[in-house]
């Protein structure tokens, strides 16, 4: 009797009461390049030549506001310092804030031509005025590139002009987009990011309306970025939070404004509906309980390192299976953190092993306790813990 490997399933699809079918939903895209995560655990769910080298257009300009970004919160720039807009800056084409030449810009306004209004001018302003050129600061755009391990990226502007050495790839912006969502959430700096959600900024008397579709209607929408040229076609960074999810989509090489409205929007709705993230377990809640042998406790609750959550599609979350195992009775002494089994988590392409630790101490009995402690498991055996559903 002591000593048995024990194994229990404690949460299948059986005992959810769902009933759709398992049946995986088709993503399909017309964009030439895709790459798109659940914020939080990282998981990839869906990708398209992610790894493909491709141009950002003005896609690039989120590695421009990161560098500002960065130098906000390290200190060595505050958003009421204004920079002295260049002849360069103020005869750039494309896109524009309207800055004028020979006037002082704060950073505060220039972030927000450049987030909202795309502004080309705004970017290069920026660029000069933190760097001295905007070919300094595009060495400063990769060294954070590299660092932050985006490994088919060069920027060569500040702008996303086009250029011959210019490149990137979908996962690679996603990479810097959700770095960028990570280091400067709205709840520390609330002067930075949410500028992406805003929908329009006026500048030198002119009013533009902000160029993320995603912005206008789609719930939980709160940024980023779009970007085209003749070579790179329409793309779109996004991130639209439901329901505390937070999904980061990158998509390029669509063939128009409105394919990509309405693929963006398509896209993430979707998403939304095929992946959804659960929590089996809170932080130190108890996933089972051990019998203990010959302790000053007959049962250990055994707890997890961190909480379980998982981002699952329907058909995988039908399928999963976790199940707990050690080898019951647990000998005291025990002490809180001893790993005493295993919680595995079975899906249909992967099994994933979790350490399962004792969450209080139980001391040894004394010997004249041990024999009769003995004596009663031998003769009655130990109660059998509740099973747990989830």
Do not use: C
């Given at each position: 009797?002591?000593g048995?490997f024990?194994?229990r399933v404690i949460?299948?699809?059986a005992?959810t009461?769902?009933t759709?079918p398992?049946i995986a939903a088709e993503?399909?895209?017309?964009?030439k390049?895709?790459y798109?995560?659940?914020f939080?655990?990282g998981k990839v769910?869906?990708?398209?030549?992610?790894d493909l080298?491709?141009?950002p257009?003005?896609?690039?300009?989120i590695?421009t506001?990161?560098?500002?970004f960065q130098?906000l919160a390290d200190g060595?720039l505050q958003?009421d310092d204004?920079f002295l807009?260049?002849e360069?800056?103020?005869?750039k084409?494309?896109s524009?804030t309207?800055?004028e030449?020979?006037?002082?810009v704060?950073?505060?306004d220039?972030?927000?031509?450049?987030?909202?209004?795309?502004?080309?001018d705004?970017?290069?302003v920026l660029?000069e005025?933190?760097?001295?050129t905007?070919d300094a600061?595009?060495?400063?755009m990769n060294?954070?590139a590299q660092k932050?391990?985006m490994?088919?990226?060069?920027?060569?502007?500040s702008t996303?002009?086009p250029?011959?050495d210019?490149?990137?790839s979908?996962?690679?912006l996603n990479?810097?987009?959700?770095?960028m969502?990570?280091?400067?959430?709205?709840?520390?700096y609330p002067?930075?990011y949410?500028?992406?959600?805003k929908?329009?900024?006026t500048?030198?008397?002119?009013?533009?309306?902000?160029?993320n579709p995603?912005v206008?209607g789609?719930?939980?929408?709160?940024g980023?970025k779009?970007?085209?040229?003749?070579?790179?076609?329409?793309?779109?960074v996004?991130?639209v939070v439901?329901?505390?999810q937070?999904?980061?989509?990158?998509?390029?090489?669509?063939?128009s404004?409105?394919?990509?409205s309405t693929?963006s929007r398509r896209?993430?709705d979707?998403i939304?509906?095929e992946y959804?993230?659960?929590e089996f377990?809170?932080?130190?809640?108890t996933?089972?309980?051990?019998n203990?042998?010959?302790?000053?406790?007959?049962?250990?609750?055994l707890?997890?390192?961190?909480p379980?959550?998982?981002?699952?599609?329907?058909?995988?979350?039908?399928?999963?299976?976790?199940s707990?195992q050690?080898?019951?009775?647990?000998?005291?002494?025990i002490r809180a953190g001893d790993?005493?089994?295993?919680?595995?988590?079975?899906?249909?392409?992967?099994?994933t092993?979790?350490?399962?630790?004792a969450?209080q101490d139980?001391d040894?009995?004394?010997l004249?306790n041990?024999i009769?402690?003995a004596?009663?498991?031998l003769?009655f055996?130990a109660?059998?813990?509740q099973?747990?559903?989830?």
């Open positions: 009797m002591f048995t024990f194994i949460a299948a699809a005992l009461g769902m759709w398992a993503i399909l895209t017309p964009a390049q895709a798109i995560t659940d939080e655990s769910l869906f990708a398209k030549d992610a080298p491709m141009k257009a003005s896609m690039a300009k590695m506001v990161f560098v500002v130098r060595s958003l204004k807009v260049s360069k800056a103020w005869r084409g494309g524009k309207f800055v030449v020979g006037s002082r704060s950073v505060n220039l972030l927000h031509g450049v987030i909202v209004q795309s502004g080309n705004a970017a290069i660029a005025g933190i760097a001295g905007e600061f595009a060495e400063e060294f954070w932050l391990g490994t088919q990226t060069n920027f060569r502007n996303g002009w250029d011959p210019l490149q990137t979908a996962k690679d990479i810097l987009t959700t770095e969502i990570k280091r400067f959430p709205a709840d520390t002067d930075l949410p500028i992406f959600a929908r329009e900024f500048y030198n008397k002119i009013t533009q309306p902000n160029r995603l206008y789609t719930a939980g929408a709160d980023l779009t970007g085209h040229t003749e070579e790179s076609g329409y793309g779109l996004g991130s439901r329901n505390g937070r999904v980061v989509m990158v998509l390029n090489g669509m063939d404004m409105k394919q990509r693929e896209l993430m979707l939304f509906r959804q993230s659960y377990f809170k932080q130190g809640q996933v089972d309980q051990a203990v042998w010959l302790g000053t406790a007959p049962q250990v609750d707890v997890l390192d961190a379980l959550k998982l981002v699952l599609s329907r058909k995988d979350r039908q399928a999963m299976e976790i707990v050690w080898l019951d009775p647990v000998p005291a002494p790993q005493i089994g295993t919680l595995v988590i079975s899906l249909p392409d992967e099994v092993k979790l350490p399962l630790r969450a139980v040894a009995l004394g004249f041990r009769g402690a004596v009663k498991y003769i055996g109660a059998t813990p099973r747990i559903a989830q």
